[in-house]
């Protein structure tokens, strides 16, 4: 880590091959030109966590300013098409010290505070074959087995390769290999490990499909493995009833499988979770149920978000044996004529946690969100966001946290 922006490397071959092609092809680069967009994004964050249980430090408070500058090719002509992507991206403290530094919204510097700004740039090559796309470099990712953090100043990503297959109508076809990850407050890539789990490694490999049985029914199904570590058998469903009069109910099911890899050390999960969302006019109204079983926590990449129902703002309630309920409301305030006001609060409540000490383990956690984006005007597009959380646990942090954001995002062209 540095204080300096630093530049991710691009894995030559491609990045050889891509100037070729451009070079020898001049008139395929209209595509590569006119298919292009570019877009600044603006985030200012301010952070707050407060700790409320004896013995701990009384507080982590951090305000800082980022710039995400997305740049996106289009494809040469030709039967394969190929294409360059661009994320560059910049955070710069305007508040921190007096031992409130740690809030993941900058790096930590040599005295236990904080860096004054930091950056990098990703380049991403890309190829297009018909319906199909293959992505190798800087990765930002959401799928069920593995998924980037987005929830502070910057984003985190991955090195590697991701494979989209899209040639037969209904099934989407995912694979990828991911060798280092960069976290939200670093500029250094690393070797990935396992949260709760431990361990070290610099080969995480996934592969399924999506397919979608009805125009309201979709089915998942991945593998994954982080090499030496553990590996993961994940399926999910989603369906979407339309029950007239402005009424729907969405069903959202999902199973995790999870085991040793390699001879790290035995693992052994298996987690459940469903969520059950009744809309009506602006309102939506959700019931979640998670459960693990086995003898270890919910293993995935650290750092990362794990793809769990009862994955909120600071919980994933992903412990050992824990069971898990979620009560969820949310509000679109369009159906009053105020659009681009939204909110959103939940609760939800987790026991039978194995623990240390004699007695069984339970936490809870609250969350609500207010949102605004202007929707038109000079300030179009500029949205604010307040998060406010409270976490209780007997056999973890209690803390209250705020988070205020304001972003902005300029198309380029």
Same mark, same amino acid.
């Given at each position: 880590m540095n204080n300096s922006l630093s530049t991710q490397r691009l894995y030559l071959p491609v990045g050889t091959l891509l100037g070729l092609s451009l070079l020898g092809a001049p008139a395929a680069q209209a595509d590569f030109i006119a298919d292009s967009k570019g877009s600044l994004e603006a985030r200012n964050f301010y952070f707050n966590r407060d700790f409320r249980q004896d013995g701990s430090r009384e507080k982590a408070e951090e305000w800082a300013q980022g710039f995400l500058l997305r740049m996106e090719s289009g494809y040469t002509a030709g039967t394969l098409g190929f294409g360059l992507d661009a994320l560059g991206?910049?955070?710069?403290?305007?508040? &921190? /010290?007096?031992?409130?530094? /740690?809030t993941n919204l900058l790096p930590p510097d040599l005295s236990g505070g904080s860096q004054d700004r930091y950056g990098e740039l990703g380049l991403t090559a890309k190829v297009h074959l018909s319906n199909s796309t293959l992505k190798l470099g800087?990765?930002?990712?959401?799928?069920?087995?593995? &998924?980037?953090?987005d929830t502070?100043?910057?984003?985190?990503?991955?090195?590697?390769?991701?494979?989209?297959?899209?040639?037969?109508?209904?099934?989407?076809?995912?694979?990828?290999q991911l060798t280092q990850i960069n976290f939200v407050d670093s500029t250094d890539y690393q070797d990935m490990t396992a949260n709760r789990i431990g361990g070290k490694s610099d080969k995480f490999q996934f592969a /399924?499909?999506?397919?979608?049985?009805?125009p309201n029914l979709t089915a998942q199904y991945r593998y994954g493995t982080l090499e030496n570590i553990y590996r993961q058998n994940y399926l999910g469903l989603v369906h979407l009833l339309d029950l007239?009069? /402005?009424?729907?109910?969405?069903?959202?099911?999902?199973?995790?499988?999870?085991?040793?890899?390699?001879?790290?050390?035995?693992?052994?999960?298996?987690?459940?979770?469903?969520?059950f969302t009744y809309s009506l006019g602006g309102h939506a109204l959700g019931f979640g149920y998670q459960r693990m079983s086995g003898d270890d926590p919910f293993p995935y990449i650290g750092r990362s978000d794990p793809y769990l129902v009862n994955f909120v703002q600071i919980g994933d309630f992903a412990n050992v044996d824990e069971h898990s309920w979620q009560t969820r409301y949310d509000y679109n305030f369009a159906a009053l004529g105020v659009p681009g006001l939204s909110f959103m609060t939940r609760y939800i409540s987790g026991d039978n946690v194995q623990r240390s000490a004699p007695g069984e383990g339970k936490e809870w956690e609250r969350n609500t969100d207010i949102a605004y984006v202007v929707q038109d005007g000079t300030l179009k597009g500029l949205g604010f966001k307040w998060r406010n959380a409270s976490v209780r646990s007997n056999f973890g942090n209690d803390l209250?946290?705020?988070?205020?954001?304001?972003?902005?995002t300029l198309a380029l062209w």
């Open positions: 991206m910049a955070g710069f403290k305007l508040d &921190s /010290g007096g031992g409130t530094a /740690g800087t990765l930002q990712i959401k799928d069920p087995v593995v &998924s980037s953090n502070r100043l910057l984003p985190s990503t991955f090195k590697g390769g991701l494979v989209n297959v899209q040639e037969i109508d209904r099934l989407k076809l995912t694979a990828g /399924g499909a999506d397919y979608q049985f009805l007239g009069a /402005g009424q729907s109910l969405k069903s959202d099911v999902r199973y995790a499988r999870s085991t040793e890899d390699g001879n790290f050390r035995d693992l052994d999960n298996q987690a459940f979770g469903a969520m209250d946290e705020n988070r205020l954001i304001i972003s902005y």
